[in-house]
C-alpha cells in the first residue's frame, strides 16, 4: 500500500500516509461536528494536504453516516454529525483533490482493512463493530465487502436493543447507539449526576469499584453481546472484529466475551480486537482508493 487515507468520525478526523504497506505519519484532530457540513468537508481537504496529498496519488476517505451511490453524505444520527443532509462528498472532494479520490462508509472501510491486512485475513465472513461516539458494523461475506445503495447498510447502532429505553438521534428509540456508544455512556453517566464525565473516565470509575460506573459498564458489554449474537442471526458471520475507542478500551472486549458467553452456542461468534487498531479504516479506504471502490 502507497498512498494516504483520511477518516472522519464523530470525535476524532485522523489522516494518514502509508508506504509500503506501513504507516508513515499520522494527523489526528477533533472532528468540528457542531460547526455544520460545510466545515467537514473543508477539515477534510485540509488534513488530505497537511499529511502531504499530492494530487494523482490514491487517497481513501472514509466518513461516519451514510454515503449513496450519488456520493451524497447524510448522517443517520443527527446527535453526531448535525445539520449533514446529501452533501456531495465525492464531488466536493475530488474538484478539490483530483480524480484519485475513493470516499466510503468508514466502518466498511473498516472491514475491507481488517479483512485485507489485519484479524479478518483467515476468515471468509466477518462484520467489523466499531463502539465509538456511534456503532456501526461493516461486512465482508464469502470474500466480498458488502454495500447498499442507499448507504444504510451496517447501521447496526439503529437497530433495536432489548433493554434498550433512550430516544436515540437516529429517530429511533432504544437502540444500541443509545446504549452503550462513548456518547450514550457520558449522557447517562451525567444523567445520573457523575456528569460531565469522558467515557474512559466511566470506565475508569468502574475499575475503581465504583457501583454506578460498573452498572454502565456492564450493560455496554451486555449491549454489545446481544448485538453480535444479532450479527449472526442476520448475516451468518463467523468473527467479529472489535474496533473503536469504547471497543478496544481495557476490559471491554472481556466483558463483551463473558455475556456472549450466555448466548446460545450457534450464536456465539469469535470475537477479535482490530488487527490494525485505530487504523483498521484508513487500511481499508486506501486499499479501495488503489482498486477504484472495489
Ligand atoms: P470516532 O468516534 O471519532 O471514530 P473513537 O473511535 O476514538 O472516535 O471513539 C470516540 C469515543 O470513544 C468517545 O466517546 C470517547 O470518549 C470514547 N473513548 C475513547 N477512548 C476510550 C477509552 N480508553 N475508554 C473508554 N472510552 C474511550
Known amino acids: 500500500l502507497n498512498g494516504f487515507a483520511v477518516d472522519l468520525g464523530g470525535t476524532k478526523l485522523a489522516a494518514v500516509s502509508f508506504a509500503r504497506g506501513k504507516v508513515q505519519n499520522a494527523l489526528v484532530r477533533k472532528t468540528k461536528s457542531a460547526d455544520g457540513p460545510a466545515v467537514l468537508v473543508r477539515e477534510l481537504e485540509q488534513i488530505s494536504k497537511e499529511i502531504g496529498y499530492k494530487e494523482g496519488a490514491p487517497i481513501g476517505v472514509a466518513v461516519a453516516g451514510k454515503l449513496d451511490d450519488q456520493g451524497l453524505w447524510s448522517s443517520v444520527n ?55 461516539t456511534g456503532i456501526s458494523a461493516g461486512f465482508v461475506l464469502n470474500g466480498a465487502p458488502l454495500h447498499s445503495p442507499n448507504g444504510m447498510l451496517g447501521h447496526v447502532g439503529a437497530m433495536v436493543s432489548r433493554n434498550g429505553v433512550r430516544q436515540c438521534g437516529c429517530g429511533r428509540m432504544g437502540t ?60 451468518g458471520v463467523e468473527r467479529v472484529v472489535l474496533g473503536g475507542g469504547v471497543g478496544l478500551a ?31 479504516a484508513m487500511y481499508g479506504a486506501l486499499s479501495a482508493a488503489i482498486t477504484k471502490g472495489a
Open 78 to 132: 443527527h446527535s453526531i454529525l448535525k445539520d449533514l443532509d446529501q452533501l456531495p462528498l465525492a464531488k466536493s472532494l475530488s474538484n478539490v483533490l483530483g480524480p484519485g479520490v475513493v470516499a466510503l462508509n468508514d466502518t466498511q472501510a473498516a472491514a475491507i482493512g481488517e479483512y485485507r491486512y489485519g484479524a479478518g485475513q483467515n476468515v471468509s465472513s466477518l462484520a467489523y463493530l466499531t463502539v465509538s
Open 250 to 280: 481495557e476490559g471491554f472486549l472481556s466483558g463483551v466475551k463473558r455475556h456472549l458467553s450466555k448466548e446460545p452456542m450457534q450464536f456465539q461468534p469469535q470475537i477479535v480486537p482490530a488487527g490494525l487498531g485505530k487504523h483498521s
Open 176 to 235: 444500541y447507539e443509545s446504549r452503550a456508544s462513548g456518547r450514550a455512556i457520558e449522557a447517562m453517566a451525567q444523567q445520573l449526576g457523575h456528569g460531565p464525565v469522558t467515557c474512559h473516565q466511566v470506565f475508569a470509575a468502574a475499575t475503581a469499584g465504583e457501583h454506578w460506573a460498573q452498572v454502565l459498564f456492564e450493560d455496554a458489554c451486555s449491549s454489545i453481546a446481544e448485538l453480535c449474537a444479532n450479527l449472526v442471526a442476520v448475516l
